[in-house]
């Protein structure tokens, strides 16, 4: 087989793609070179390989964190570019560039989907298996593809047939449609695919769809789909979702998958190459650029939710801390509340409080103080030695303001950063433009691989679809079934991975579930991971999609029901001839 890890994405691309054209920001894929180039089974593995190129333009990059996981419960904007129309919803208009890119690449890798599918009896297959692998590569992408596309911008245009010309006219399809695509793409994928692909696909194959990864966005998507019917349609699709997840549960050794013991297992850098929880990972490699794609940024989500610590006393850039030049994203007040830290390992899994002194002894100065909210009086000819407590920024409460202003190292408590914050209830983020700099820190994806501490592009993969979530769409389902005893069965398992040893009262019973615990649990387990604007579209419905989210980040306080789909971008609009009967998104005329 060709190896992924060896092909030119810049290759496979020209052949593939060949001219822009200047409508829908589309492509055309039929060149005399690439019909060459697909005439042999390995060279129709160029084209497979291009199909997985722009999902990495969605995960690990601004615009996933921005269409995925902000603009929510659980994320305020902090930091000096941060794109405000996804993290709060004002100015979100159809020109914003970010929506431009993200339909662009959507649709790129859709056609080159649709491209293969349409092309694969001419690729010379000998070996019929192979030929059904690379096309079940294809369905699981496309679908994959199409999940965004429809879930960010409703139902648009449907299209299963390569896009050889441009297109001047378009016509929406409904939603249900396009799962029904997913739905059909997904079946033929976990049919053909393999388990893994064999003993060297750390080197090799790494990184390509399989087994697992089919079943398990059949499962979110089964769940997603059932969410846009009612009535006794509604429990048919939960049951799909319910059946969907138990297959991987019941079955993850045939699979291939595992959960880890503890939260710190799971997000220990050392288990993020081939991690064995990732149902399917998008890859990113330090050593193979091509493969990577966005190779001068890789992978850089580990550094839009961190602190700024580099040039505080005791501190500069290291490698351990993360590179601090480009937050964007802090915890709202909600979810760090969510946790309860003294019995759920997942928050010190997640987050960090504090920071260690990195350089030699570092006397405090007087200009320091101010700063840092410290009396010169107190701490004048102290030093904050190496290795000692350089920063300290928690969830809790250190003490009063005069106490913490005595303490010879930056401290920084809840009630610094929030304004009120009053477990259970809902907090702003602090005005003082001192204060709310000083956040916790989530820590998830530190990638300690990048050479040097400047470094700005990180080489973790990143898990697309995690084993776990199959335990929550289970639970959803036997929820919307009726079954909650079910339900808390399966989150409980997910809960006792992540009970501190000692701790006691930490699993539910069927009396605690409902969609409101549902979603606070998906946010421990999942917070920054790409899937909670998904979640709240899912269940939420008209104006409960604002509110919810107002309620619990009351710094967003303009989104209101239609901010739950995306403006299709002015430039296709523009580009439509029948643009009037096509019709841009409701709200955003």
Not at 258 to 275: G, I, S, V
Not at 533 to 556: H, M, S, W
Request: hydrophobic share 35%.
């Amino acid at each position: 087989m060709k190896k992924i890890t060896k092909l030119s994405y810049a290759v496979a691309v020209a052949a593939i793609l060949g001219t822009s054209c200047n409508k829908l920001d589309e492509f055309n894929p039929s060149n005399t070179t690439g019909d060459a180039i697909w005439a042999t089974p390995e060279g129709f593995t160029t084209l497979v390989n291009g199909a997985y190129r722009d999902i990495h333009t969605l995960y690990g990059t601004e615009p996933g964190l921005s269409l995925g996981e902000v603009g929510t419960d659980l994320w305020i904007g902090n930091g000096g570019n941060v794109p405000n129309p996804y993290y709060t919803y004002a100015g979100l208009v159809p020109s914003h560039g970010t929506l431009s890119e993200t339909w662009r690449n959507l649709w790129n890798g859709i056609n080159m989907c649709n491209t293969g599918i349409a092309n694969v009896d001419k690729a010379g297959f000998i070996d019929q298996k192979e030929k059904a692998i690379r096309l079940a590569e294809l369905h699981f992408m496309r679908a994959l593809y199409y999940y965004h596309l429809v879930e960010q911008w409703g139902g648009v245009m449907l299209r299963t047939e390569p896009t050889t010309e441009p297109k001047y006219t378009a016509e929406r399809s409904n939603p249900e449609a396009f799962y029904d695509l997913m739905i059909s793409d997904l079946l033929f994928a976990k049919e053909n695919l393999p388990k893994d692909w064999g003993a060297d696909a750390a080197k090799s194959e790494y990184g390509r769809a399989s087994k697992k990864s089919a079943a398990g966005l059949l499962a979110r998507v089964y769940l997603t789909r059932a969410s846009y019917s009612t009535g006794g349609d509604a429990a048919a699709w939960y049951t799909k979702a319910k059946d969907a997840a138990l297959d991987v549960i019941n079955n993850y050794i045939a699979y291939g998958c595992e959960l880890y013991k503890t939260p710190a297992d799971l997000w220990n850098p050392n288990n993020n190459k081939l991690n064995k929880e990732s149902l399917f990972s998008v890859t990113y490699s330090v050593t193979n650029v091509t493969w990577s794609y966005n190779s001068t940024n890789g992978n850089r989500m580990y550094k839009w939710f961190a602190t700024k610590y580099n040039g505080y006393p005791g501190l500069t850039m290291d490698i351990k801390y993360g590179h601090d030049g480009d937050q964007k994203a802090m915890p709202t007040w909600h979810l760090l509340d969510l946790f309860d830290e003294t019995k759920d390992a997942r928050y010190d899994a997640t987050f960090q409080e504090k920071w260690f002194a990195n350089v030699k002894s570092y006397p405090w100065k007087a200009t320091d103080t101010s700063a840092f909210l410290k009396n010169w009086a107190d701490v004048n000819g102290k030093t904050v030695d190496t290795l000692s407590l350089a920063m300290h920024i928690t969830k809790g409460v250190i003490g009063s303001s005069e106490d913490k202003r005595k303490i010879p190292y930056v401290t920084f408590d809840r009630n610094d950063t929030y304004d009120n914050p009053v477990p259970g209830t809902p907090a702003k983020l602090n005005s003082d433009p001192l204060k709310r700099k000083f956040f916790v820190f989530m820590k998830k994806f530190l990638d300690n691989t990048r050479p040097l501490a400047t470094t700005s592009g990180g080489w973790n993969d990143v898990f697309a679809i995690r084993f776990a979530e199959m335990y929550f769409i289970a639970a959803e389902a036997f929820h919307k079934l009726g079954d909650n005893a079910s339900a808390a069965t399966y989150i409980n398992v997910i809960r006792d991975r992540a009970k501190k040893p000692g701790a006691t009262d930490f699993l539910i019973d069927a009396s605690k579930v409902n969609m409101d615990f549902i979603l606070d649990e998906r946010a421990r387990e999942f917070c920054g991971e790409q899937l909670r604007f998904y979640d709240l579209k899912r269940v939420f419905r008209g104006e409960d999609f604002a509110n919810y989210i107002k309620t619990y980040n009351p710094d967003i306080t303009v989104v209101t029901k239609y901010h739950r789909l995306r403006p299709v971008p002015q430039a296709e609009m523009d580009a439509l001839l029948n643009s009037a009967e096509f019709k841009q998104t409701e709200g955003y005329n």
